[in-house]
């Protein structure tokens, strides 16, 4: 497909476990972003990467989080030891270069039981 | 003081009705303006880029107002599929793209 692709779709995991979500940007753009939205709330930024820069990780809430992004194209998102408060949709978004409007996939909704 | 900020409505209008929204940017330094609509339990999508001379797209205008650092868009003849919520966005340097709260909008039969 030529939009942005995030799996899984939906994810139900224990209290404590790790989870890893991921993204496929659309081909050739070098600017990707992780977001996470709670039900009802604006977005909140995690991490950003452009080219092969170093990422801005200044979104990220904790140190259970990372992300890396292989080969500059499938990005991951970890979440070791998850807390119920880690629940809500993790969004993915691309652009062609980190000047322009980003495309968002369908996000990932991961819920912490 | 937040970045960017937005009034959340909710705006009510009935179809037809011309409609527009204003956002503030704290930062000076941003440089590329975006509008984006989210409808519930979906992925925001671009709506368009805001430039400084002011673009259209069909019912839709975005101004950008640098002296006074607002942003605004214009909906002429609403219909009821433009009920969403409309994301401000901007970007500055290498840093990634902001995003307002939002403001809802609510167009009624």
């Known amino acids: 497909g030529a939009g942005v692709s995030q799996s899984p779709s939906n994810k139900v995991t224990e209290k404590g476990k790790d989870v890893e979500l991921r993204c496929d940007p659309i081909?050739?753009?070098?600017?990707l972003y992780w977001y996470r939205q709670s039900l009802g709330q604006g977005l909140e930024f995690l991490i950003y990467f452009q080219g092969n820069s170093a990422p801005d990780k200044s979104g990220l809430p904790s140190d259970r989080f990372s992300a890396e992004r292989t080969g500059g194209s499938v990005s991951t998102l970890t979440i070791q030891r998850t807390q119920q408060e880690d629940s809500a949709v993790y969004l993915c978004a691309s652009s062609l270069d980190g000047g322009q409007g980003a495309f968002f996939g369908q996000g990932t909704r991961l819920t912490v039981v | 003081r937040k970045e960017v900020e937005q009034d959340p409505g909710p705006f009510n209008v009935p179809e037809g009705a011309t409609v527009a929204f204003n956002c503030t940017y704290s930062?000076?330094?941003?440089?590329?303006f975006f509008w984006y609509r989210q409808d519930c339990r979906k992925e925001p999508k671009l709506l368009m880029s805001v430039y400084s001379s002011g673009n259209e797209d069909g019912r839709f205008t975005a101004q950008l107002n640098r002296a006074s650092q607002y942003i605004s868009l214009l909906i002429r003849d609403s219909k009821l599929s433009d009920s969403a919520t409309y994301l401000c966005v901007v970007k500055r340097g290498r840093r990634a793209l902001t995003f307002g709260s939002g403001t809802r909008l609510q167009v009624q039969p």
């Open positions: 930062n000076s330094a941003s440089q590329s």
């Open positions: 081909s050739g753009h070098t600017a």
